[in-house]
């Protein structure tokens, strides 16, 4: 009895979890990123790129570093500010002419030489316990203006994600504006000649950390953006190949290169035709073109061909000369021959019907002979008889 109640407890508690889940579960519908694709999986400011076209800015995001004009926005991100002097002195140039600089917290190699510049340093936490590092971690900072020669703190803090717990930002020149916090600042810009450089001590444009916190904000605010404003990303994690360096940077040297690589090539090219014309050849003589012809016939076939055609052009000879020749017989065509043209009749007889096969110079005799007789009967006349 108590082995069949095993089934039907067993149904009874399966029903029972059934309702129970049923009863704190429910279906709702989740929004999920769409995963990026096109410009935006290879363009690392795509996103912010977007947001400031919406604000009225022209966006560009450049391979390779070239002097913008001098009213514009370069923003840096991942970017090793020594690897080249010269680049570095022009972008130092530029600010200094009035440009607007942005950098972010990716800025490495040569640091001591931005800082010199600059006046802008990172210096470590003033902390007596380390802080965790959270990368998704957005915090409230204030923002402080200098009005003359004294900052105004702004009643009103923004959000802030993605800075770095292990460093803050100092300044041995005169702020002109910045994000601070309790520990430090987190952001901030200093004057340089008649441009500025401003500093930011997260990653805030890149990817999707645009729609981050305030990051929206703090876009408009660190490029000091306006209206019709030209704005120049640059990043060195995708950087162009060496061959597309070479091209951006010598495009007139190659293709001079390429054009003289080519034209040496075309001088020691094989020709499609003699440096001279081929020398007119001389016309071959009759004579040699019959003979070519009877040897090529004595070659192939015996000759038995060209023995058919000296006998047929002897018939056709005899035939105008020797009258009723069509109805006569063998014998007695070589009979009339023979006494027109003064020849032995048993010879014309052998020559004319050449029974079997003969050496090659048997055969040129023959026809040798073929020949004299058709000759010497087109020299007699016509007769009207025959013996």
């Not at 069949?4 to 009874?12: D, E, G, K, Q, S």
């Not at 003359?148 to 923004?158: D, E, G, L, M």
Request: glycine share 8%.
């Amino acid at each position: 009895m108590k082995r069949r109640m095993i089934p039907l407890v067993v149904c009874l508690a399966a029903v029972i979890v059934i309702f129970w889940i049923s009863q704190h579960t429910y279906w709702a519908d989740v929004q999920i990123p769409a995963l990026p694709k096109g410009e935006a999986l290879t363009n690392p400011f795509y996103a912010t790129q977007r947001f400031a076209d919406a604000l009225g800015a022209r966006t560009m995001h450049d391979r390779a570093f070239t002097t913008p004009p001098q009213d514009a926005i370069l923003v840096l991100s991942s970017w090793h500010w020594s690897v080249s002097d010269r680049r570095r002195a022009d972008i130092e140039h530029w600010v200094e002419s009035g440009g607007r600089l942005v950098v972010d917290r990716g800025l490495m190699g040569g640091t001591p030489e931005f800082e010199r510049w600059s006046g802008i340093f990172r210096s470590l936490r003033r902390s007596d316990r380390p802080q965790p590092l959270l990368p998704e971690r957005c915090d409230q900072f204030r923002e402080e203006r200098a009005n003359a020669a004294t900052p105004v703190a702004s009643n009103r803090f923004y959000w802030i994600c993605d800075v770095d717990p292990q460093h803050t930002l100092r300044a041995t020149k005169s702020v002109a504006w910045s994000l601070t916090a309790g520990e430090g600042i987190e952001a901030m810009r200093v004057e340089i000649g008649k441009g500025s450089v401003t500093m930011v001590n997260a990653w805030p444009f890149r990817e999707r950390a645009i729609f981050n916190g305030d990051h929206g904000w703090l876009f408009v605010a660190a490029t000091q953006l306006v209206r019709g404003d030209e704005v120049h990303f640059l990043s060195e994690e995708d950087h162009p190949s060496l061959v597309g360096l070479i091209w951006l940077f010598g495009k007139p040297l190659v293709v001079l290169t390429l054009l003289l690589i080519g034209l040496l090539l075309w001088r020691d090219s094989v020709r499609l035709g003699p440096l001279a014309a081929a020398p007119t050849r001389a016309r071959r003589s009759l004579a040699e073109q019959i003979r070519g012809t009877g040897q090529f016939a004595l070659r192939y076939g015996g000759g038995e061909a060209l023995h058919a055609a000296s006998a047929r052009a002897l018939d056709e000879a005899a035939s105008r000369r020797i009258s009723g020749y069509r109805h006569l017989t063998a014998r007695e065509r070589a009979a009339s021959i023979a006494k027109l043209t003064g020849f032995d009749r048993d010879a014309v007889n052998a020559a004319i019907h050449h029974p079997g096969l003969r050496q090659s110079n048997e055969l040129r005799s023959t026809i040798e002979m073929l020949e004299t007789l058709r000759r010497r009967l087109m020299r007699t006349r016509p007769q009207h008889g025959t013996s």
